[in-house]
């Protein structure tokens, strides 16, 4: 694959699996700032990372192995705080008009507030639980065995549970 | 509230996001044209940076040792062992450096997340186990300007109790730094005082994720 061609695949990768980046984002950065650097730390990764793909993977598996590491990476964390040294004017990917769907009173809404409230690898475990993965999948991503994956996501579900109806009712 | 409910919910955002989402192409060509800069790479240009300023400080203390050495009297005994510790203690720092870097250049994200986060936080925390290891050599700065021509016998008692305070409360720094430096007091808040200066917020992150990731590969029943 030469240059171009790579160049291209690579978009068309990042154009099919665009929300798996944008969701990552969105739960592991509240602030819109860090989040476009977030998301270019992302960009950069996979990347780099495009060469080594082994496609006997799913191109959404391969991105979500990358993305979940750079959003729990504590690297990017200290550099965000830091501001990252060159960040590419506007963001990677976007809303049009910066519009985004942050909310607290709709189911989703308040879904999204418990994830944010998860520790970084419960967060992790949940948003592939949510993206509807295969504990095998999911074991394979998270490099735990599949019964740790089936009881954790059982017991973060059960919290999920009674926290909801909690917020449903204030 | 059924489980599968969470995931309907979830499912709400998917068509906005499939509609309105849009890739910024110019940006993503800076990319693929590696005009963005990934984050480790600023950790690789601090580590090659300090590798640079250690050999240099080696390159002094060595000069200074070996001056010593070839032009030996009693007079520099505190000198050049003040000084070859410091040296010992700079060469492992170098060491360490040569490490850090060798680790950051490997790492690539595309493992598993446990794994890949393991190899991240083992390289911070064998960033913090550096920066107490250093502190080993602050009592023989203390040191290495005393001569056996005029120390101990031509000074005074007062300058005798100022040079044993200073030394000995190098040395009980040092051992105390480098004895509680570690994740077990993350818990004890005189610990979290003490390294909530510089780069203390880091530290602590890296130990509480440290214990998240111990906590979540333990529990597997």
Redesign the interface.
Known sequence: MDKMDKSDVFLCVMEANKGILYKIAHAYCKNAEDRKDLLQEMTVQLWKSFDGYDDQFKHSTWMYRISLNVAISFYRKENSRKRIANPLSGGIIRFPNDEDFTDTETDLGILQQLIAQLKDLDKALMLLYLEERSHKEISGIMGISETNVATKINRIKNSFRQKFTQLKKQ | ?G?TE??S??K???A???K??????L??????NN??????K??IKLKTAGIIAFILYLLLLSYALVYALSNYSAAWNYFIVSVSVIILVNVKGFADYVKHLAWANRI??????????QQ??RL?LSIISHAKSMCIQFPFYTTFYLSSEWFPQQVGPGYLLFQAVLTGSFTYLSYWLYKNHKPENLGKKWFRNMIAGSGGR?VL??MH?YK??EE??K???
Do not use: C, P
């Open positions: 509230m489980h969470f995931i919910i979830w709400q955002q998917n906005k996001i499939e309105t989402l849009a890739i910024n192409e940006l993503l060509k800076e990319v693929t005009k963005a800069r990934a984050s480790l600023s950790l690539n994200y595309n493992g598993s997340v446990m794994e890949i986060q991240l936080t911070q880091s992150e890296t994720f998240e990731m979540f590969n529990e597997d029943e």
